[in-house]
């Protein structure tokens, strides 16, 4: 209305001019100092933190924020009324089912949401400084009564992971995830500690997460990065191994409480790399809170999901107006569900790698994953160097640790002293055991299933590899003689076999003349095999002894017939 006038603004027009003011950062800035200091408390503690009952609130900002209602209770009744000056604050019932906004019973305060909506927040929190955990913050220990992991020989354990799915004991289930057979194995290989014991597992699942993860790992990383670890004498291949990992991967691994049934599609392939760039702010050698990393997301409305249609783009296509529900509300569903589990079991993934320390306490029953217990995370100086946060690293790429075979010079014999667990596994995967260090190569043991000359000498070559790279001649004369015997049958093109007529004067002819015994070799069986270019003398001379063959029909009738 124009100056002077004393009509009333319409709604419309209060809304207009606080968009106005809101849109402005100068505006927006000098009108949130004149606004009263309760207010203001009130929309500082809305604005970073969760929604909190409207008793709560009051007690906070120390004022009466909201009346009740003066008109008896009826269907969409409000129970409060916020007072004037502090109509930004929005007021629902915390109980789920909103659809019937009705109760003929007085509302407690104790029982009433007070929140901002989303967009609201969004122009407080630009200029209303955040809380202190907004940043990831340094400590020097982690917090007491926790348990603290660190994989000392982490480099050594992915060493062993690459060269055990390269000689091929890793087997698959039907669904792609290797079998626990082959992770138990595995684990008989590295006997690294593992995050929990039986004692505090509540199942067999849980007591070979370590292995399982480091088998895992190393299997999505591919055939190129799996030789390079294989034969690594530095920690350069480690660089590439994050990058490699898959958010299915991340899915099956870290959120057990997830049904893993999903398209590829419905992934979200930035996530691995916003993970890393979230480790690389971890300050270097100090531990930080693994609360302070949930919020740390939390105070920037963001959820790291595995997952394509992620929380944040959801609560702004849908939280337009206020709803039945908070939009905070569902927010932090969503965060409990998918962010917090995957943040946490993030920081064991590294812990697995070698690459962060982590404190923790074990998991319960009831928990969505054992990794909610994390209680803090720092970085190693091998995570320091995989993020980006150091350009070199010092250290020693221990060898996986393989006794010594000896190959036998005049017998297919090997023997091995002090037989270690993956040494173990190469000689049975070549050889039959006879004693507890002997072992005894044959045909069958060599041959190990293969079906083709190139599956043969691939495994020849594997052999020369974990066994002996120059084996003894009586060896090398073994495997020239199996590469020589494969596929011993061969079909002959020039010989055609024809089954004899059961007439016995027929039977009697190809014994009898001589152009037929001839032309004509004897077969088990009442068979004869004819050379092709001998078709038509055969038949010629079939007809003389007054038998009717035509050759084209003889031939026809052979390339109709089954092949065997």
């Not at 480099?155 to 698959?172: S, W």
């Amino acid at each position: 209305p124009p100056a002077g006038s004393k009509k009333a603004l319409r709604k419309d027009d209060k809304i207009e001019i606080i968009k106005a003011v809101l849109q402005d950062d100068t505006l927006k800035r000098a009108f949130f100092a004149l606004l009263p200091e309760p207010l203001r408390v009130a929309l500082t503690a809305l604005t970073w933190h969760e929604p909190r009952s409207l008793a709560a609130l009051e007690t906070l900002a120390g004022v009466t924020l909201a009346d009740p209602h003066p008109i008896e209770p009826r269907r969409s009744f409000e129970p409060f009324i916020v007072r004037q000056p502090y109509e930004f604050i929005c007021l629902l019932r915390k109980n789920d089912n909103h659809y019937y906004y009705y109760d003929v019973r007085k509302d407690s305060k104790d029982n009433i949401h007070a929140y901002l909506p989303l967009a609201m927040r969004k122009v407080f929190k630009g200029i209303i400084p955040p809380p202190p955990d907004y940043e990831l913050r340094p400590m020097d220990e982690p917090p007491p009564a926790t348990r603290r992991y660190l994989a000392v020989d982490a480099l050594r354990d992915l060493k062993a992971a690459a060269e055990f799915i390269e000689q091929g004991h890793a087997k698959y289930t039907k669904s792609e995830k290797i079998s626990k057979v082959s992770v138990r194995k595995f684990r008989e290989v590295i006997r690294g500690e593992e995050f929990f014991g039986s004692k505090h597992s509540g199942g067999s699942d849980q007591d070979l997460v370590r292995t399982q993860m480091l088998l895992g790992i190393v299997s999505f990383a591919g055939n190129a990065l799996r030789q390079s670890l294989c034969n690594a004498t530095s920690a350069d291949p480690l660089k590439e191994l994050l990058p490699k990992l898959s958010p299915a991967f991340l899915e099956e691994e870290l959120l057990w409480h997830i049904n893993h049934s999903r398209d590829a599609g419905m992934y979200n392939r930035h996530v691995v790399a916003r993970l890393t760039r979230f480790a690389a702010e971890i300050p270097t050698g100090k531990w930080v809170s693994a609360q302070n990393m949930l919020n740390y997301f939390k105070y920037r409305d963001e959820i790291p999901s595995v997952f394509a249609s992620t929380a944040n783009a959801w609560m702004e296509s849908s939280f337009q107006g206020y709803g039945y529900q908070t939009p905070y509300a569902y927010y932090m569903r969503l965060f409990s569900q998918l962010g917090e589990p995957l943040i946490k079991g993030y920081a064991f993934l590294l812990a697995t790698l070698g690459m962060a320390e982590i404190a923790y306490t074990p998991p319960e029953e009831g928990q969505v994953t054992p990794f909610i217990g994390l209680a803090a995370v720092r970085l190693t100086p091998l995570g320091e160097f995989v993020v980006g946060k150091r350009k070199t690293l010092d250290i020693e790429v221990a060898s996986v640790l393989r006794s010594e075979v000896l190959l036998d010079s005049n017998r297919l014999m090997a023997s091995c002293r002090n037989l270690d667990a993956m040494t173990e596994l190469a000689l049975k995967q070549f050889l039959e055991r006879i004693t507890q260090s002997r072992f005894r190569m044959t045909h069958t043991s060599l041959l190990g299933g293969c079906s083709s000359r190139e599956a043969l000498e691939e495994r020849i070559a594997l052999f020369r590899r974990v066994i002996a790279a120059e084996p003894p001649p009586i060896w090398e004369q073994f495997f020239t003689q199996t590469l020589n015997r494969i596929a011993p049958l061969q079909r002959d093109g020039e010989l055609l076999v024809f089954k004899l007529d059961t007439d016995e004067e027929t039977r009697r002819l190809f014994s009898t003349d001589p152009v037929l015994r001839k032309h004509c070799l004897k077969v088990e069986g009442y068979r004869i095999a004819v050379r092709h270019q001998d078709i038509k003398t055969v038949c010629k001379q079939l007809e003389k002894a007054g038998c009717l063959c035509p050759p084209a029909t003889l031939l026809e009738t052979l390339e109709k017939a089954p092949s065997h």
